[in-house]
């Protein structure tokens, strides 16, 4: 039978309150990382190293086939006389797809891995196994991923950026029919970046990372003991924690996008 939509909405502020907790949670004892147990500090630099480390090739041609897509449209409108190539490629991967491809990247690779893990643990009884001997699992489990993720996407994003913009040099020079010298692109780059686009850029990936760890883990800790419910938690995992995702970078665009309004 279907719910009503009050039930619905009281669940979804229900999932609200519990991603919103365990996430401040996590970042209050994240904080004091020095403090937490030695077996935490090494669940989280194996998070870092699979979410991180593994993912650069990646990352690197994601990079590279965006800003090859970029310098090919700046091409075929016949901008790049203009002034017009630094303004988007500023706003296209710094702002915006940099941050968001990194977050896709980090949510295929260790978002559907940690949801298949925690959900094999709880199938196989090793969660409760935890309770009984009275170790919490959100603490457990949670927090060395949460950590390892938000790190590792943070250092993903600014890899992202790096690369892509390293290749609008070496792509433009190669597609361009009259292309701009390097010092030109150099120029108009430094003229729309500021340090306003760091922290956008750190917004968007620092708090994406901790909203997938947070959802990856609590789908598959609170997945049914069975192995067959292993699936649909991977799925409710990816989506929820994609919607999560975009909907915060929206949200940090048009925060940026009215503060440089009202500072115009």
Known sequence: MKSSPIRQGADFLSYLGEVVMLLGH???RLIGVNRLPPVMQRVLSLQFKFTALDAIPFTLILALAAA???VVQLELLDLFKT????????AVLVRELGPLLAALVV???SGTAIVTELAGMRASGEIDALRLRGIDPYDYLV?????GVSLALVCLGQ???????MGVFLFSSWVAASPPTWGVLLGQLGAEMSLADLVVVLLKTLVPGHLIAVIACREGIACSARQTEIPRAVTRAIVRALVAVVLWNV????????LLQVRG
């Not at 927090?143 to 950590?147: H, K, N, S």
């Not at 949200?251 to 940026?256: C, E, P």
Request: aromatic share 8%; no cysteine; net charge positive.
């Open 68 to 70: 090859l897509m970029v």
């Open 107 to 109: 949510l295929a690779r």
């Open 251 to 258: 949200l940090v665009s048009f925060a940026a996008y009215h």
């Open 83 to 90: 002034e017009i190539p630094g303004k988007l490629v500023v």
């Open 143 to 147: 927090i060395p991923r949460q950590g």
């Open 26 to 28: 996590g970042v209050r």
């Open 159 to 165: 890899l992202f950026v790096v690369v892509a913009l």
